[in-house]
Structures are given as structure tokens and as C-alpha cells.
């Protein structure tokens, strides 16, 4: 055992004791009685096998991270935040008082520090009011503190010389195939907004038709539905200047009527095809759209799709009919269920990777109030698609203040984002699943998956792309 994890661990057991002391008979909400280091170092006790690094990344995810102005002056000549398809921040852009939307991040790599981390990738949600904070250093270096606690070292990602090109009709390719997970996805939103709209039909977690209206009041480039033509022009700039990207993404939001006169499967399928015609094998492709009826996946699939995501975003039946009332509507949550199953017969149930929301379960006024019945729910969905060899993935819930759900609410303590990380984890392990294609390698020091940690605590292994 190295000094440096000799070194964190007295470092937590020193600060936990009496923390821990206090407030052990309120273990079900701890981060809600505690400080949120005393908070962290207390779970990292109480489940060792969880990486440390994970829990604080967690932990960040779900509070989100303020900036010194100093830090954002260095942040601003590396790679951008991008606002691939929603937000991510728990604070509009009109309360960003230092113009944190144009300079912050995309992502960030914490390394070393007292708790001797090993690198891993952090999603930047901005939040002014975070007792996480970024702050300049020494000579030009970067810290992450927690109330003035340092936590690690701070790494920035340059960005890819494509950042800077634009295509024909002037529009910037940041814009049209923006980069995530450090390089190692494309992501392509072809359609900016979603056809489930106003408070009846619209996700109550999701962001994307609001955050669509303040990229656009806030000056951004923002193009709502990209061409195939727009799409194939970036890329080729990409496959001539880029070797770092491994995977492309193609989504964007429902489509319950039609688009440009097309289908949801019409509209989307081309894409794919197009890319797939031109530069064949180049990317692993992945398409994020919802639940289709079976012969339109096999159309996804004939098109050199490698993974599907049909997303189903919360498990419990009644929270899906409340929190996903135009998914519930329109197609129902036992059909979407079917429907991801029977995507399992044409992809591979290992290539269908349906995502959830994780800490949504516990959102009020409808969700669980208790982390034990939140992750009793959750791990049961796990089982279920596990058990027929479909991979389920997660996202970190940020409670994005233009949705409906993160107006007037935090999110799930994060005592039920370190355990569900330990029942994913276990889950897959009891099923002997590999870990997923499309996401690269997984394991702590590894893993490029920037807004959940499910990819750091799997075990590492090889040739994963």
C-alpha cells in the first residue's frame, strides 16, 4: 500500500470519527445533517469498495462545481463546454455572473491530492453556489476544493484543432459535432429540441426545449436540426485532423408527429446511413432515440448502428406514468419495456444500453423518501434487464433549474448514488456481463464516461473500445 493511500485514509478516519459519531443514526440522509467533506469521507468508510474518487465525482455531479474567476481565465483557452443536448448546469445562464457558460470546461480530470486520486473525468455542471470550487494554484495549476479543503489537481483537455474550423456556410463545427468523454465520443444532437412539449408531455428532469430557447437568447450558435450534408462535412474535417475519437452518438429529441415531413425512424435512420456509406467501421456508431416498434430497429441496425439506446429513464411504473407522462402517452412503460427486449434480438442484448436517471427516484413530491426503497426499486430494474443480458447505464440526475423537476429541488443524497454504483457493479458481475461497447476502457484511472461513475468502478479490462 503506497504513503499516498495510507496517507488519504488516516486523512478520512481522522476527520470522520467525530463526524461520524454525530450523525450515524441519520445514515439514511447523511448528506443532509453533515458537512459535505465530513459527508463523503464518512461513505468512503462505510463502503470501501467503492473508489473514493467515485464517491467526490458523484458528489460533484449532483451539487455541480463553482469556478474563481482566476480559474476560468486559465479554462477559457482549453476546450469548451459545448451544450451538447441539455444544460448540465444547476443554474441558468442568466445568473452566471462571471460569463461561465463561455468559458467554462467541458470536462475536467482530477489527479493526485490528498487523496492520492488516480485520474478520473468529471462532466462540468455549473453551479456558483457549490461548495465545490476551482481555483488557481501555483504557477498557473488548477485545485479542486470542497469548503476550502483541497481535494485533487485539476487537468484541462485542449481542445481539437476542428474547435476552430467551420464548415462552408460558416457554421462552427463545435456546433454541428461537438466532442465528450474526453475525446473519445462525437456527439451528434441532429435535432435540438423534442416533440413532448409543455408540462404535460416534457420528461420533468429534462432540459432540452429550454435549454434550447437561452443558447439562443445567450447568442450561441445553435442549430436546431443539422443536415445530413452539415453532419458528413464536419466529420470529414474530423476523420482528416482527429485520431482520439472512437465512437459517434446520434440523437436528439422525440419525435411524436413529424420532422421535415419524416418519421422518428425515417428522420434519424439516414444519418447513420450516410455516416456509415462514407466512412464505414470509422466510428462505433450509437443512436440515442426512443423505444421503437422492432422492424424500425432492424432498420438502425441494417444501417451499421452498433448500439441502440432507447432510454427508459426511471424504473418504478408509477413514477415512469408521472415523471415521463408523453413517453407514458404515447407508447406506455410496459411497450417500452417490450420494445427494448425485442431490440435485443436485433442488436445483441449487450449492444442495446437503455439509460435511467439516476436520483430521480428520490425527487419529490412524487419520488421515494428513502434511499433504501429508491435503490430497492432501481436495483430491481437492474436485475430485470440484466438478467436477459441487456446492459443498462446511468446518467448522474442534475437538477437543471429550466426543468420542472430541478426548480425547487437538490438531488438524491449521495448515499444512493454510492450505493446504486455498488449494485450496478454487483449486478453485472452476478450476470457475467461484459463491460459495455462504445464507452472505452473501463476502470478507476481508465474510464472516460464523464457524467456517471459507473464506468470507473467496473473492473478494469482489455480491449474495450
Known amino acids: 500500500m503506497s504513503f499516498f493511500i495510507c496517507h488519504w485514509s488516516f486523512v478520512i478516519c481522522r476527520r470522520a470519527a467525530a463526524s461520524v459519531a454525530r450523525s450515524w443514526a441519520c445514515a439514511m440522509h447523511t448528506d443532509t445533517t453533515q458537512a459535505p467533506l465530513d459527508t463523503v469521507e464518512t461513505l468512503a468508510l462505510r463502503y470501501p469498495d467503492i473508489p473514493v474518487e467515485a464517491i467526490f465525482k458523484e458528489d460533484i455531479l449532483r451539487r455541480g462545481m463553482a469556478w474563481s474567476r482566476g480559474a476560468l481565465e486559465i479554462a477559457a483557452g482549453y476546450k469548451p463546454k459545448a451544450y451538447f443536448i441539455f444544460s448540465f448546469d444547476l443554474v441558468p445562464i442568466a445568473e452566471m455572473r462571471q460569463g461561465e457558460n463561455t468559458k467554462a470546461p467541458e470536462e475536467i480530470r482530477l489527479v493526485g491530492g490528498p487523496y492520492d486520486f488516480k485520474p478520473v473525468i468529471v462532466s462540468v455542471r455549473l453551479n456558483p453556489s457549490s461548495p465545490y470550487r476551482v481555483e488557481k494554484g501555483d504557477e498557473g495549476s488548477l485545485l479542486m476544493k470542497l469548503d476550502g479543503q483541497v481535494v485533487a489537481a485539476v487537468e484541462l483537455q485542449k481542445a481539437p484543432s476542428y474547435y476552430h474550423r467551420t464548415l462552408a456556410n460558416g457554421k462552427p463545427i463545435m456546433d454541428i459535432s461537438p466532442t465528450i468523454e474526453w475525446g473519445y465520443l462525437l456527439y451528434l444532437t441532429v435535432f435540438r429540441l423534442c416533440q413532448y412539449f409543455g408540462a404535460q408531455e416534457e420528461c420533468q428532469f429534462c432540459d432540452i426545449n429550454e435549454n434550447y430557447r437561452q443558447q439562443r437568447k445567450a447568442g450561441r450558435p445553435y442549430t436546431s436540426v443539422k443536415s445530413v450534408e452539415e453532419i458528413l462535412e464536419a466529420l470529414e474535417i474530423i476523420a482528416s485532423t482527429d485520431s482520439d475519437s472512437k465512437a459517434y452518438t446520434v440523437t436528439g429529441g422525440s419525435i411524436t408527429s413529424t420532422l421535415e415531413d419524416k418519421s422518428e425512424i425515417d428522420f434519424y435512420a ?56 408523453g413517453k407514458n402517452r404515447y407508447i406506455g412503460r410496459d411497450e417500452w419495456i417490450r420494445r427494448i427486449l425485442d431490440a435485443a434480438d436485433v442488436f445483441g442484448p449487450g449492444n442495446v444500453i437503455p439509460n435511467f436517471v439516476a ?65 450496478y457493479r454487483d449486478t453485472r458481475a452476478r450476470y457475467g456481463l461484459k463491460p459495455p461497447q462504445g464507452y472505452g476502457q473501463p476502470g478507476l484511472g481508465n474510464a472516460v464516461f464523464s457524467v456517471s461513475s459507473f464506468m470507473d468502478v467496473l473492473p478494469p479490462a482489455a480491449a474495450v473500445q
Open 270 to 325: 439516414r444519418y447513420p446511413e450516410a455516416i456509415e456509406k462514407r466512412f464505414p467501421g470509422r466510428w462505433i456508431g450509437k443512436v440515442v432515440i426512443q423505444a421503437l416498434p422492432k422492424d424500425q430497429v432492424q432498420r438502425l441496425r441494417d444501417a451499421g448502428t452498433k448500439i441502440y439506446h432507447p432510454n427508459y429513464e426511471v424504473w418504478d411504473r408509477r413514477l415512469f406514468e408521472i415523471i415521463c407522462a
Open 359 to 423: 436520483g430521480i427516484e428520490m425527487s419529490k413530491p412524487a419520488g421515494f423518501a428513502t434511499v433504501d426503497e429508491a435503490i430497492a426499486s432501481t436495483s430491481e430494474g437492474l436485475d430485470f434487464f440484466m438478467s436477459h443480458g441487456v446492459s443498462p447505464r446511468f446518467t448522474t440526475w442534475c437538477p437543471e433549474p429550466l426543468s420542472v423537476l430541478g426548480r425547487t429541488q437538490a438531488g438524491a443524497p449521495l448515499e444512493y448514488h454510492v450505493r446504486l454504483l455498488r449494485a
